[in-house]
């Protein structure tokens, strides 16, 4: 499944919502010394975003979705490797 995703890198994002609302998409990441890194399903969902700092992976989002397409779950972990899972219903509210 990870071969069926496509990658595509961003400066940054906007808003508080998930998925991450990327924005300013790179052509490059060459002499970057923080970019996000998010792959997309054949559909076109973001299942996982990356935020890159010098190198290193210092956040990750996981996104999980129903069949319609919406977001049901989403993991994130920091550079500790924390893990925070949340979960949403079928209206989006997180429970």
Do not use: W
């Not at 940054?12 to 990441?29: E, F």
């Not at 190198?55 to 397409?69: F, K, N, P």
Request: charged share 25%.
């Amino acid at each position: 499944m990870e071969s069926d995703l496509t990658s595509r890198y961003f400066a940054s994002y906007s808003g508080v919502t998930l998925p991450l609302n990327l924005v300013n998409p790179l052509d490059s990441i060459a002499n970057r010394n923080t970019y996000f890194c998010a792959s997309y399903d054949s559909a076109g969902l973001m299942v996982r975003c990356e935020k890159v700092v010098y190198g290193e992976i210092e956040l990750r989002h996981q996104y999980h979705y129903s069949a319609e397409g919406r977001l049901t779950q989403a993991e994130i972990s920091d550079e500790d490797g924390e893990v925070e899972l949340l979960r949403f219903d079928e209206n989006g509210k997180r429970q």
